[in-house]
């Protein structure tokens, strides 16, 4: 069984600040995909960055960026120049090769300080 | 990506009931699923709903307990039978739209959730 695990419950940041979101997670698979979605109050999962398994280089969109660390099974997410409206709970999700179903962790809430 | 709706949006319902929610997709698809979310909890897969035949439930999760529908390519239902307290949830559909030529990743795309309490 594959497990996603996210060990910081809850995360605050000053506004403009960088923050850096944890995810671990085990799997038997060598060909998978690792996905962050963001959860606002309106509780519409929403997509946010996603890295191939295969391939080396970490993954950037805009001010959302990760670091993913095959050997170790590490999968962390950095947010550059916080917004407002980034706050939400963030979950760490993976997905097998050839599979559509993802599994996720526990999500880590992030506050943003103004 | 896909649109989704989903009906319920929140819902109270009684302990001993049943209620359906529909999901409703903007183009076929081929494979709808259902997710759990527990108060300040993660997203637990129910099933998968496969259009043309029975859906695969999660280890956890019987039919009896959340029967679902797939009549066809663009729209599924999810019932929760004989509900009591612990069914109180948001429950998520979600379909794979595919990544395209730049990512073999399938991407979930989700509805908005429907907020079920039991009283």
């Known amino acids: 069984a594959q497990t996603v695990t996210q060990s910081q419950p809850e995360m605050s940041v000053q506004e403009a600040e960088t923050v850096t979101l944890s995810c671990t997670y085990d799997t038997s698979e060598s060909d998978y995909y690792l996905f962050w979605y963001k959860q606002p109050p309106s509780r519409q999962m929403i997509l946010v960055i996603r890295q191939e398994a295969y391939k080396q280089q970490n993954a950037t969109e805009n001010r959302f960026s990760v670091n993913f660390q095959k050997a170790a099974k590490s999968f962390s997410l950095k947010i550059s120049d916080s917004q407002l409206g980034d706050a939400a709970m963030y979950f760490c999700a993976l997905q097998n090769f050839g599979n559509e179903k993802l599994t996720f962790g526990t999500g880590t809430r992030l506050t943003i300080i103004p | 990506s896909a649109v989704i709706s989903q009906k319920p949006s929140r819902d109270i319902c009684q302990r001993g009931t049943s209620l359906t929610i529909q999901c409703q997709v903007d183009s076929q698809v081929t494979m709808m699923f259902w997710y759990r979310q527990q108060p300040g909890q993660s997203l637990t897969l129910i099933a998968t709903a496969n259009q043309g035949s029975e859906a695969t439930y999660e280890s956890g999760f019987v039919i009896d307990k959340f029967p679902i529908s797939r009549p066809n390519l663009t729209f599924s239902t999810l019932t929760v039978s004989n509900m009591s307290p612990e069914d109180s949830s948001i429950y998520l559909c979600?379909?794979?739209?595919?990544?395209?030529?730049?990512?073999?990743?399938?991407?979930?795309?989700f509805g908005a959730g429907s907020r079920l309490t039991v009283l």
């Open positions: 979600s379909v794979g739209t595919g990544g395209g030529y730049l990512s073999g990743a399938n991407v979930l795309t």
